[in-house]
């Protein structure tokens, strides 16, 4: 690496990380202010929420990094161009994309690494972070829950259990479906579906449904009114949690999950959406920063004030659209892959614009 790009990348980390530090500890201090009449109601111990907080950093980490990205790529690069230091980097012989290309590999590098966090770290980090709030704070909402939608649980090596909806105040499943496979998952052995599934008696019992047999590229189809499961042991407790949220799954998680509901018929949409996401939104790193680093690359008259509010303006633009975006695909008014990375397609095509439009 040669200094210019040395000085460049240092120029740049050491913004990113100030930036970083800056909106992370402003996220805490605003979500603490905000949960702390919840947190002394319920006589959470501080251990419990300082605990609640390094799970929850992650994930604010991974939220702040696009918008770091652009601070750090508008002040760094900005301020070389106010001291001329882009001029002389150009009368030597270096074209803006040249001056621009460590910064350009560090984003990539970056986003892959917010991916790794995302499909690794987060997860997991999430998933604590909500046991530490349900476990102290939020005890009686999480019992006063009515309704869990698309549960799917593995009953043992061979079976799985998919229900539509559980209905927790009178503990009874719609749209059940009980699959038997082969240890590879190839074959599909049997299957059940029901119009509902209650526990009478301490028995799971399945009405109004239909069995069938696979067998020697036969199928024997049976109905039936009520087909009572004994080897069905779990309780209704049980199925009212089993359900994680996207961002507490990783992608291979969530794409065996996706699989699950199109294998029972289920619509998928939503999932998929947050499915794209989980790699839309780490690459937004990159893009924003090679949206940001050539618009910052022309010598202007305008502060550092006006470099972060410019960053505000387009960190807002951006997550507007991928939230309305995110939104519109939820609701199926857009195709999932579009919702997912429609921010990242406007800003990408912006920065390939500005980049060219440039003085190279």
């Known amino acids: 690496m040669k200094i210019l790009d040395k000085y460049t990348v240092n120029k740049f980390l050491a913004t990113l990380i100030f930036a970083l530090v800056a909106f992370c500890s402003i996220f805490v201090i605003v979500d603490l202010i905000e949960y702390m009449d919840k947190f002394i109601d319920r006589q959470v111990p501080w251990s419990a929420v300082f605990q609640y907080y390094v799970y929850y950093l992650p994930y604010i980490v991974v939220l702040s990094f696009p918008v770091a990205m652009l601070l750090a790529s ?13 001029t002389a980097m150009k009368a030597s012989g270096m074209s803006l ?16 690494t917010i991916m790794f966090m995302g499909e690794k770290i987060v997860p997991y980090t999430n998933a604590k ?33 998919y229900i539509g ?21 190839s074959t599909i052995y049997s299957r059940i579906d029901a119009e509902k599934m209650v526990l009478q008696d301490d028995i799971w019992t399945l009405h109004n449904g239909i069995s069938r047999t696979f067998s020697n ?33 990783s992608y291979w998680e969530l794409k065996q999950f996706i699989n699950n509901i199109r294998r029972n018929g289920g619509n998928p ?12 939104f780490p690459f937004a790193n990159f893009i924003i920063l090679l ?9 202007t008259r305008s502060g550092p004030a006006v470099s972060f509010g410019i960053s505000l303006f387009i960190c807002f633009l951006y ?7 995110q939104t519109f695909g939820h609701n199926g008014t857009l195709p999932p892959f579009i919702a997912a990375w429609l921010g990242n397609i406007i800003f990408g095509i912006g920065a390939v614009y500005i980049l060219f439009k440039m003085r190279k």
């Open 217 to 249: 590229d036969e199928e024997r189809v049976e109905k039936f009114d009520s087909l009572p499961k004994a080897e069905f042991n779990f309780k209704p407790q049980e199925l009212s949690r089993t359900q994680k949220k996207a961002e507490e799954m």
């Open 74 to 86: 508008l002040f760094s690069v900005g301020q070389m161009a106010r001291y001329n230091e882009l």
């Open 165 to 185: 909806y559980f209905d927790t105040q009178i503990n009874t499943a719609h749209r059940v479906s009980v699959q038997t496979f082969d240890h590879r998952y």
């Open 269 to 280: 949409d939503r999932w998929l959406v947050d499915l794209y996401l989980k790699i839309a």
């Open 291 to 299: 949206f940001g680093a050539p618009l910052a690359s022309r010598k």
């Open 97 to 112: 994309f040249r001056i621009l290309l460590p910064l350009i590999i560090l984003g990539f590098i970056i986003s892959s």
């Open 129 to 161: 972070k909500i046991d530490i709030y349900k476990e102290y704070v939020n005890k009686s909402k999480s019992k006063n829950k009515k309704r869990q939608s698309d549960i799917y649980i593995q009953l043992s090596e061979k079976n799985w259990l």
């Open 319 to 325: 997550f507007g659209i991928i939230k309305v975006a």
